[in-house]
């Protein structure tokens, strides 16, 4: 039973350059989250995704950000012309998203970013 | 505005002691609370959950609390072990929707 896969582990780049994030969440799981976390603070939500959807974004998700899920697997989550604040631990989720709530979420271990 | 808050960043226990971890919410719509555990450079992991209808959740050495009235949970872990030692986070979901809003974390170091 694979769990939640984030690829790169770390990635560093200079600013103004697009970076690219992949997620595969647990095989059968239809939602699947972004999450961004700052040093010193908890996950802030980024977006979410029912199967292919996109169902809700944060005010977070600037325009330079885009994330997809095509034919609801996998996820991507893109950021164009990157900037030194968007230097954070870049984490995804995935649920069931059965409908009845109250369900937990299961995280990858992350994508560290450095931007400079 | 922080929906959820862990006034603690930190906290030491010696080992085989009680650990006590707080978290404080002020939307009242909330109606599920989960603990996570993360490591450095590892995602958070699930530890215990508890729902709004309930007020005492247990899981072998842990326990979560929920005051409602009081909007407040906590997490027992008794006894401490060093492998406890890691950042705790408080997460909040409102009903029928998963999304986790997650206080800032309380830094638990055991000490042996």
């Known amino acids: 039973d694979t769990g939640v896969s984030q690829d790169p582990r770390h990635k560093i780049t200079k600013r103004g350059q697009n970076v690219t994030f992949r997620c595969d969440p647990i095989?059968?799981?239809?939602?699947l989250y972004w999450y961004r976390q700052t040093l010193g603070q908890g996950p802030e939500f980024l977006t979410y995704?029912?199967?292919?959807?996109?169902?809700?974004k944060s005010r977070l998700l600037s325009d330079r950000f885009s994330a997809e899920r095509p034919k609801g697997s996998f996820s991507t989550l893109e950021i164009q012309r990157t900037e030194q604040g968007d230097s954070a631990m870049y984490l995804c989720?995935?649920?069931?998203?059965?409908?009845?709530?109250?369900?937990?979420?299961?995280f990858g271990s992350g994508t560290q970013l450095s931007v400079l | 505005d922080q929906q959820v808050k862990q006034n603690s960043p930190s906290l030491s226990v010696q080992e085989g002691r009680i650990s006590i971890l707080n978290c404080d919410y002020t939307?009242?719509?909330?109606?599920?609370f989960l603990w996570y555990k993360k490591y450095p450079a590892e995602g958070p992991t699930f530890l215990i959950s508890?729902?709004?209808?309930?007020d005492k959740n247990e899981d072998g050495r842990f326990t979560v609390f929920l005051n409602k009235s009081a909007k407040h949970l906590s997490l027992h872990i008794v006894p401490s072990q060093p492998g406890d030692s890691a950042v705790y986070f408080c997460?909040?979901?409102?009903?029928?929707?998963?999304?986790?809003?997650f206080g800032t974390g309380t830094r638990l170091t055991i000490i042996p």
């Open positions: 989720a995935s649920s069931p998203g059965t409908g009845g709530g109250n369900e937990k979420l299961f």
């Open positions: 995704f029912q199967n292919e959807a996109q169902l809700e």
């Open positions: 095989s059968e799981h239809n939602r």
């Open positions: 939307n009242s719509m909330f109606d599920y």
């Open positions: 997460a909040a979901s409102l009903f029928g929707n998963e999304k986790l809003t």
């Open positions: 508890i729902s709004s209808i309930k």
